[in-house]
């Protein structure tokens, strides 16, 4: 199968979770390519008029991991101008995981993985994974490595 990551990652921790779910999906046989998403003002505190920079092609994926931070309980601005700018998802099979700074998922996570998820199925995308890391949580590599298992194996 061939697996587009596709991120919108500024500190680097949405992207520190796509390089091991890269790893491992490479170590199943799968083509798996990680695409970042930017944005040409990439100030995190601006989240309006977001322009992007880097805006990945995902027409020869067939299973897209989208994964992204959390923004003021929102997903990052970024990542939903990026979204809402792709015509159509019709045939794709997608997870979705979003990492964030507070250590419980109603601090934002939830909100942001159903308006990644929102977005999806209105361009006809079929979500199936869904995944939050908490960065603050004491078990938070845990958390990641049953992230990675859990979207490892495909629908
Ligand atoms: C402007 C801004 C707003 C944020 N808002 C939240 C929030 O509402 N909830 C939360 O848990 N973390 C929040 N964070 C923290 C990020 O979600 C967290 O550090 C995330 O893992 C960063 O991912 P990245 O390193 O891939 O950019 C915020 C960070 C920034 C810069």
Redo the contacts with the bound molecule.
Sequence with gaps: MNIGII??????????VAEKLQDELLKTGHSARIERVSAINED??S?KNIQLKTAPDIKDYDRLII????????L?SVMEEYLSQLTSLKDKKIDCF?????PYPW???NRSINQMKDICEAKDGKVYKKGI???SHKNRDKKIADLVENFKKSE
């Design positions: 991120i919108h990652s500024h500190t680097g921790h949405t992207l520190s995190p505190s989240a994964g992204a931070p959390v923004r003021g309980f929102s990052s979003v990492t964030q700074a507070f601090m934002g996570g890391i908490n960065w």
